[in-house]
C-alpha cells in the first residue's frame, strides 16, 4: 500500500476507530506478507465488513496501488461518507457532480490529524452528506448501465453546450439522468427544484379530456364535463382527445367556453395512451387528465390544484389503487380495491406536471412501449411506475369521492370506475406488473396511507364555513 495507509494502523482503537484489512489479496498472497498481516488477518475475522461498513459513518479510502480505489465505490452504496487519503486524486464524474456535498478530502500528510477533523462535522452536516452520497452512488453509479449512461450525458452537454444541464440538475434529485434538456434548462420549468428556486407554481391548468361518446344532447358526458371544467378560473387550455371512430363533436359545443379548445382526433391510439399528447401543446405546468364520463365538481378540481401546488412533482388524485407480493406464487398481484393503502392514482382523475408528459413519451424504452401498446390496460401502471421512479415518493390520494344517487344512499367512486372485473383483467394487470418491474429492473412502486382532505371536510359544520364544500360528493 502507500505511506499514508500504512500510517493509518496508529488510528485504529477498536472502538470509535476501526482501521480493518487483510492481506488475502490473490492466490499468491503470502509471497508478499510483511509483519502485520497475520494481525490483519485475525482482526479482519472477527467483523463482519460489510455489517461494519453499513454502520460506519465514516470510510476511509486511502490511496491504494492502483489509480483508483474499489473501496470509494463500496463506501457509497453503503451511504457511509467516503473520506478520501489520497493527494491529486480525480474523483469520478467531477466535471458534474459537486463532491464538496459529499466526501472529505485530507491531505496525506495530515493523516493522524484525521479523528480531530471529522469530529468538525455536526450530525447534520453528516446527514446530508449521508443522504447526498446514496443519492450519488444510485443516480449514477448503482450499475454498469447507469456508469456508462452517465458517461455519455455528460459527452453529450460537452459537445452540445448551448443545451446542458445545469451544475444544479446533476446535483439534486432526480439527478441529470432524469431531468432532461430536451424539456428546459432552466430550473424553474420543472417540478422538482422549488427549494432551490422558491418557484411557486400557479393553479392554473390545462384539461386533458379523453372521450368517444357521440354528443347528442346537452346532457351527454363531454358537455357536463365541460360546463363544471367552465366554472374554475383557473382553466387555461383544453384538449380533447378523440378516439372513437364516431364523428367528432362540432365546435359550437364550446363556442361559450372563454379558453381555448383544441379538438385532436386520435382514432388510432388506444385506451389511456391518448392522454400522453404533444407537451407543446400544453400551455401550463399543471395537467388535470380527466375522462369525459368522470362525474366531477369545480371545487374538486381546484383543491386538487391546491394540493398539487405543495407537492408539484407527485401524482395527485382521488381514485387509487395498490399492489402487494404474493410470496405463494413469487409476482405482483394488482390489487383494486384498496382500503387505507395505495401506491397507484388513476388517470381517470389526476394532475401532474408536464414534465412528465414530456418524461413518458421520450424516455419509456422501447420494450415498455410495445408492452403499452399491445396491453393498453398497463398505461395508469406505468405512468404511476415511471413517477415512482423519478420521485422515490408515493402518489397523492385526494378526499374520498362518493357518487349520490339519492338523499340518503351513496357509493365509492372507487366502486364505479370501470376496471377489471374478471379473471382475466386482473390476471393481465398482474403480469402488468411484473413486466414493467422486470423492464425498469426494479419495484419503484411507493405504498402511502396518506388522504389529503379540505380544513373542515368532515365536520358538522355550515357549508358556508367550508372553502371547497362540494368536494366529495357528485348527484347522479
Excluded at 362 to 368: S, Y
Aim: proline share 4%.
Amino acid at each position: 500500500g502507500s505511506d499514508a495507509r500504512n500510517t493509518l494502523r496508529h488510528l485504529h482503537n477498536g472502538k470509535t476507530i476501526i482501521m480493518l484489512t487483510t492481506c488475502k489479496h490473490g492466490s499468491g498472497w503470502k509471497l508478499f506478507a510483511d509483519a502485520h498481516c497475520q494481525r490483519d488477518n485475525d482482526l479482519y475475522e472477527t467483523f463482519d465488513y460489510s455489517e461494519l461498513l453499513e454502520n460506519s459513518t465514516f470510510c476511509l479510502v486511502p490511496r491504494g496501488r492502483r489509480l483508483g480505489s474499489f473501496r470509494f465505490l463500496e463506501a457509497m452504496q453503503a451511504a457511509c461518507v467516503p473520506v478520501s487519503v489520497s493527494n491529486g486524486w480525480v474523483l469520478p464524474f467531477s466535471e458534474v457532480i459537486d463532491w464538496k456535498r459529499a466526501v472529505v478530502e485530507v491531505d496525506e500528510r495530515m493523516v493522524l490529524q484525521l479523528p480531530n477533523i471529522l469530529k468538525r462535522y455536526s450530525n447534520d452536516a453528516i446527514l446530508a452528506m449521508r443522504q447526498q452520497v446514496h443519492f450519488i452512488a444510485d443516480t449514477y453509479f448503482s450499475s454498469i448501465e447507469k456508469i456508462i449512461t452517465t458517461t455519455l450525458e455528460i459527452i453529450h452537454d460537452r459537445v452540445k453546450s448551448h443545451f446542458k444541464r445545469s451544475y444544479a440538475m446533476w446535483n439534486h434529485p432526480p439527478g441529470g439522468l432524469l431531468a432532461l434538456p430536451s424539456f428546459s434548462q432552466s430550473l424553474h420549468s420543472f417540478p422538482f427544484y422549488s427549494s432551490l428556486t422558491s418557484n411557486r407554481f400557479s393553479l392554473n391548468f390545462t384539461a386533458i379530456i379523453i372521450a368517444k361518446t357521440p354528443v347528442k344532447s346537452s346532457s351527454a358526458p363531454l358537455v357536463r364535463l365541460l360546463k363544471q371544467l367552465a366554472l374554475t378560473t383557473a382553466l387555461q387550455k383544453v384538449i380533447i382527445v378523440w378516439t372513437s371512430s364516431a364523428p367528432p363533436p362540432r365546435k359550437k359545443l364550446w363556442r361559450k367556453l372563454d379558453v381555448e379548445v383544441i379538438l385532436q382526433v386520435s382514432q388510432d391510439v388506444k385506451g389511456r395512451l391518448a392522454h400522453f399528447v404533444d407537451d407543446r401543446l400544453i400551455a401550463t405546468d399543471a395537467v388535470l387528465a380527466v375522462d369525459e364520463d368522470t362525474r366531477l365538481h369545480s371545487d374538486e378540481v381546484m383543491f386538487g390544484l391546491t394540493v398539487w401546488k405543495d407537492f408539484p412533482d407527485r401524482l395527485v388524485g382521488y381514485v387509487t389503487r395498490g399492489h402487494t407480493y404474493e410470496n405463494s406464487s413469487s409476482r405482483w398481484r394488482y390489487v383494486a380495491r384498496t382500503k387505507n393503502e395505495y401506491s397507484m392514482v388513476l388517470l381517470n382523475l389526476a394532475i401532474y406536471h408536464r414534465y412528465y408528459n414530456h418524461l413518458f413519451s421520450v424516455v419509456l424504452p422501447n420494450p415498455t412501449r410495445e408492452l403499452l401498446e399491445k396491453k393498453v390496460d398497463c398505461v395508469d401502471i406505468a405512468f404511476n411506475f415511471l413517477i415512482s421512479y423519478v420521485t422515490k415518493q408515493p402518489p397523492i390520494r385526494l378526499a374520498q369521492k362518493f357518487s349520490i344517487t339519492d338523499g340518503r344512499s351513496k357509493q365509492k367512486l372507487d366502486d364505479c370506475v370501470p376496471e377489471a372485473n374478471t379473471t382475466r383483467q386482473f390476471r393481465l394487470r398482474d403480469e402488468c406488473l411484473s413486466e414493467l418491474t422486470e423492464n425498469f429492473g426494479m419495484m419503484p412502486l411507493r405504498q402511502s396511507q396518506v388522504r389529503l382532505e379540505p380544513l373542515l371536510y368532515k365536520d358538522n359544520v355550515s357549508n358556508t364555513r367550508k372553502k371547497y364544500h362540494n368536494v366529495g360528493y357528485v348527484k347522479t
